[in-house]
């Protein structure tokens, strides 16, 4: 359902959104995180489609059974080949990665996480190895956003080499009156979109604070 994946604009998006285009127009990387449903990703995703037409966006998803070797395809396949050995944006343009749940992989025996290891390498080191003739493929003119959450619940702890790296902002928890703004112009859009009474349509709203509150008294008393 496409209003469940709107970005609706509040004072703190807003504020996210103007530090993300800043630090990557500076050729920053950017680390966004936050607890689960805070809109990390939303935000994110919101800023790619409206960055100019001399930047493109590459996204990635990170899941346990993430290896390097996914990320390294992921590289290989969708950044643009200026020469066998240069990978990235064409002078003058901009190309940003966003890989949401980075620190999603599973710990390989020795507690590392390899696609982390791989990403680390592009950032620390410019480019990474070709698997098959050794030789190494550098990345230019290229940025990395990335989306976590605390460590838990199957998210590791992120190591300190690929965290200085980046930016970190923090999202908190979202205010009241921004999930009341968010989630009433959600359900909105919904019902004015079906085939519902006019009696059904006013109660957004009311329903909207009724369930923000019931949220607050289970995350309260629970």
């Known amino acids: 359902v496409p209003y469940f994946?709107?970005?609706?604009?509040t004072g703190e998006n807003t504020g996210y959104d103007f530090l993300l285009k800043v630090l990557?127009?500076?050729?920053?990387?950017?680390?966004?995180?936050?607890?689960?449903g805070t809109g990390k990703s939303v935000s994110v995703q919101g800023f790619l489609k409206r960055m100019p037409d001399t930047a493109a966006a590459i996204q990635a998803a990170f899941s346990a059974q993430t290896s390097a070797k996914n990320m390294?395809?992921?590289l290989e396949s969708k950044l643009e080949k200026l020469r066998k050995n240069l990978l990235g944006a064409a002078p003058g343009r901009q190309t940003v990665i966003f890989v949401d749940d980075i620190n999603m992989p599973a710990l390989e025996q020795y507690g590392a996480q390899p696609p982390i290891e791989l990403v680390r390498q592009?950032?620390?080191?410019?480019?990474?190895?070709?698997?098959?003739?050794?030789?190494?493929?550098?990345?230019?003119?290229?940025?990395?956003?990335?989306?976590?959450?605390p460590p838990g619940g199957g998210r590791n702890a992120i190591t300190p080499r690929l965290l200085r790296h980046f930016t970190l902002i923090w999202v908190p928890?979202?205010?009241?009156a921004s999930m009341q703004k968010i989630f009433v112009a959600i359900?909105?859009?919904?019902?004015?979109?079906?085939?519902?009474?006019p009696d059904v349509k006013d109660l957004g709203e009311a329903d909207i604070k009724a369930t923000i509150e019931i949220y607050g008294k289970m995350c309260k008393e629970m």
Not at 24 to 36: F, I, K, L, Q
């Open 72 to 74: 390294q395809d992921l």
């Open 24 to 36: 990557v127009a500076n050729d920053s990387h950017v680390m966004v995180v936050g607890e689960t």
């Open 122 to 149: 592009v950032l620390a080191q410019g480019g990474f190895y070709d698997l098959k003739k050794l030789f190494f493929k550098k990345v230019q003119n290229t940025s990395f956003i990335a989306a976590c959450g």
């Open 173 to 176: 928890l979202l205010a009241k």
């Open 5 to 9: 994946n709107i970005l609706v604009p």
């Open 187 to 197: 359900l909105d859009g919904f019902l004015g979109t079906g085939s519902f009474s």
